[in-house]
T-cell receptor, first 117, second 112 residues
Framework: AQSVAQPEDQVNVAEGNPLTVKCTYS??????LFWYVQYPNRGLQFLLK????DNLVKGSYGFEAEFNKSQTSFHLKKPSALVSDSALYFC???????????????WGLGTSLAVNP | KAGVTQTPRYLIKTRGQQVTLSCSPI?????VSWYQQTPGQGLQFLFE???????NKGNFPGRFSGRQFSNSRSEMNVSTLELGDSALYLC???????????FGQGTRLTVV
C-alpha cells in the first residue's frame, strides 16, 4: 500500500539557520514525490517535485529536496530559513501507475514549520 | 492564467442541511480533485473528476457527491450535514498529463 510519513508535527528553527522537514514514503515501483506549502487560511502551493533524474530537486522560494531511494525519503531543505517560511508543509507521493498503483496522491499529515527571528 | 477559484470562501450551515461548493479550475485543466482538510486528519481525498467522469473516489460516505461539467467546472455536494463535516474543503486542478496539482484557497465550512 502507498503511504507517506512526516515524522515531525512541528519543526522550530532560528532565522538564518538551515532547515529540514522530513518525509518518508512507501510505494510500489518508482515514486512521484511532491512538496506543498500552506499558509494560514489558504490553499496549498506547489513547491517542487521529483519524478526522475537528479536526486536533488530545486523548487520555489529557495527550497530544495533530496530524493534518497535506499532510505525511501524525500526531505525538504533550505540553506537559510526566513521568518516568512513559517507555514504548514505537506509531502505527497503517487506510485507509478504501471507498477500497479492507483492514481491517487497520498498525503502526509503535515509539518508545521516555525522560524523564529 | 487565473488560478483555481473556489466559491464561497466561507459558509455556515446547520446540521441536517445540504451544501454545494463550487470550483473553477485553471483554464485548460481537465482534472479536478476535492479534498477535506481537518486539523486531526490532514488532507483526505474525496474524489477526482476528469472530463465529467469520476476517476477516483476516497473513503467518504455517500452523503458526499460531486460532478464535473463540460467546461471542467466542478461542484461538490454534501447532504444531511453533520458537525464532523466542518472542515476546509480544497479543490485542485491539473492537466491530465502534468503531475502537479494547483489548489484553490478553499471553502471553510462550519456546521453548527
Amino acid at each position: 500500500a502507498q503511504s507517506v510519513a512526516q515524522p515531525e508535527d512541528q519543526v522550530n528553527v532560528a532565522e538564518g539557520n538551515p532547515l529540514t522537514v522530513k518525509c518518508t514514503y512507501s510505494v510500489s515501483g518508482n515514486p512521484y514525490l511532491f512538496w506543498y506549502v500552506q499558509y494560514p487560511n489558504r490553499g496549498l502551493q506547489f513547491l517542487l517535485k521529483y519524478i526522475t533524474g537528479d536526486n536533488l530537486v530545486k523548487g520555489s522560494y529557495g527550497f530544495e529536496a533530496e530524493f534518497n531511494k535506499s532510505q525511501t525519503s524525500f526531505h525538504l531543505k533550505k540553506p537559510s530559513a526566513l521568518v516568512s517560511d513559517s507555514a504548514l508543509y505537506f509531502c505527497a507521493v503517487r506510485g507509478d501507475y504501471n507498477a500497479g498503483n492507483n492514481r491517487k496522491l497520498i498525503w502526509g499529515l503535515g509539518t508545521s514549520l516555525a522560524v523564529n527571528p | 492564467k487565473a488560478g483555481v477559484t473556489q466559491t464561497p470562501r466561507y459558509l455556515i450551515k446547520t446540521r441536517g442541511q445540504q451544501v454545494t461548493l463550487s470550483c473553477s479550475p485553471i483554464s485548460g485543466h481537465r482534472s479536478v480533485s476535492w479534498y477535506q482538510q481537518t486539523p486531526g486528519q490532514g488532507l483526505q481525498f474525496l474524489f477526482e473528476y476528469f472530463s465529467e467522469t469520476q476517476r477516483n473516489k476516497g473513503n467518504f460516505p455517500g452523503r458526499f457527491s460531486g460532478r464535473q461539467f463540460s467546461n471542467s467546472r466542478s461542484e461538490m455536494n454534501v447532504s444531511t450535514l453533520e458537525l464532523g463535516d466542518s472542515a476546509l474543503y480544497l479543490c485542485a486542478s491539473k492537466e491530465d498529463l502534468s503531475t502537479e496539482a494547483f489548489f484553490g484557497q478553499g471553502t471553510r465550512l462550519t456546521v453548527v
